[in-house]
């Protein structure tokens, strides 16, 4: 019955059926966690090494569907080494240690092809061309607006609409000015085409996109490292609203956008009360690792990659995560280290 409520709850989730409208990654990253979490259970349950291969193929074509999900990788191997600690006196040691080796290296093996394929297409050894356009224009601009007291003018400062183009964008701006200093020894010509006009919105210039990336991710950090607390500080209150959103739309009104306030708050408060049920959830009861970790970690992993942007694209694939959490029945099971068995416990 709750797994049949947490499927509905999933299917008729607003924003899951609002992109499901175009052909988009998204659709394609929910089915892929899905798919990996699947895999992550079976292969956590024994030491067979086709388990680990399975979910380190999944974990790899998560990555270069989407490079922001690269931290999922990394929590998903954590949590293999915890579960084989657990279970060590019930497995050798051994196998514990071939069935994570055997994950690392199929995931490296399907993100590296595809670094090698752009190394072969563009000559660089990289995941994506445009991981600094992202940090410099999207995430350091967020925590700038954060720290100046301006995120109610996120949607002016970050805005690619054709009508906007012409309305001052001071961040973007100077984050321009910059770009041209890292890269002085250019042409003139080629320095004109360095604005966020081309670069924010993806448009192909004559100057190396790795290049353009690799000083934009410089310009970020020294933004984002200016004030690392408040940095910090930002990143976690856009956690929140990603999680909650529209929510925040309701309660401080962006400026440069029209706002129903009624219908975010209708909406907001069901993400809200979504959040509110994960949060009950894990203080009613002590919850078994096998169970819980993997929706945990990879929400925590999704939210670190996509802070401080509030897009609710990125928070879709969390939705079915969230909602098991929130829907587990209150007599759960835990592993039993000593028994290296899992038991049900009240």
């Known amino acids: 019955m709750r797994a049949a409520l947490a499927a509905i709850l999933f299917l008729l989730e607003p924003y899951h059926l609002f992109y499901s409208l175009w052909l988009m990654s998204t659709t394609w990253l929910v089915t892929l966690i899905l798919l990996t979490w699947l895999a992550w259970s079976k292969a956590i349950a024994g030491v067979e090494w086709w388990r680990f291969a399975l979910l380190g193929g999944l974990c790899g074509f998560l ?6 999900a690269i931290l999922v990788p990394v929590a998903t191997a954590i949590g293999i080494l915890i579960s084989r600690l ?3 006196p019930r497995h050798k040691p051994m196998a514990c240690t071939a069935g994570f080796v055997i994950f690392l290296a199929v995931c490296s093996a399907v993100v590296g092809s595809w670094m090698v394929r752009n190394q072969h ?3 660089k050894l990289a995941l994506s061309h445009q991981s600094g356009i992202v940090l410099a224009y999207f995430k350091a601009t967020e925590v700038i607006l954060w720290r100046q007291g301006r995120t109610e003018d996120r949607y002016l400062e970050t805005s690619l609409s054709p009508d906007r183009r012409d309305d001052p964008h001071p961040i973007w701006e100077s984050i321009d000015e910059s770009l041209r ?4 020894n250019l042409p003139i010509e ?3 085409e360095l604005t966020w006009s081309n670069l924010a919105q993806g448009n192909k210039t004559s100057v190396d996109s790795f290049r353009i990336s690799a000083a934009l991710e410089s310009i970020a950090y020294g933004y984002l490292l200016e004030s690392p607390l408040r940095t910090l500080a930002g990143c976690l209150a856009r956690c929140a609203s990603i999680l909650t959103f529209p929510l925040d739309l309701a309660l401080w009104p962006p400026k440069g956008v029209e706002v129903n306030r009624l219908r975010s708050v209708a909406l907001g408060v ?3 009360l979504l959040v509110l049920g994960v949060v009950v959830r894990l203080a ?6 096998d169970v819980i970790y993997f929706p945990l970690a990879c929400t925590l992993a999704w939210l670190l990659a996509t802070t401080p942007q509030t897009d609710p694209r990125f928070r879709v694939p969390m939705i079915p995560l969230l909602i098991f959490v929130a829907l587990l029945p209150v007599v759960s099971t835990v592993i039993r280290a000593d028994r290296g068995s ?3 416990t009240e």
């Open 63 to 68: 990555v270069i569907t989407w490079p922001g």
């Open 86 to 88: 657990l279970r060590r």
């Open 121 to 123: 297409v563009a000559g």
């Open 181 to 184: 200093l890292h890269l002085y």
């Open 190 to 192: 080629q320095q004109k």
């Open 270 to 272: 069901v993400y809200f």
């Open 284 to 289: 009613r009861r002590r919850i078994g690792f």
């Open 342 to 344: 899992d038991e049900p």
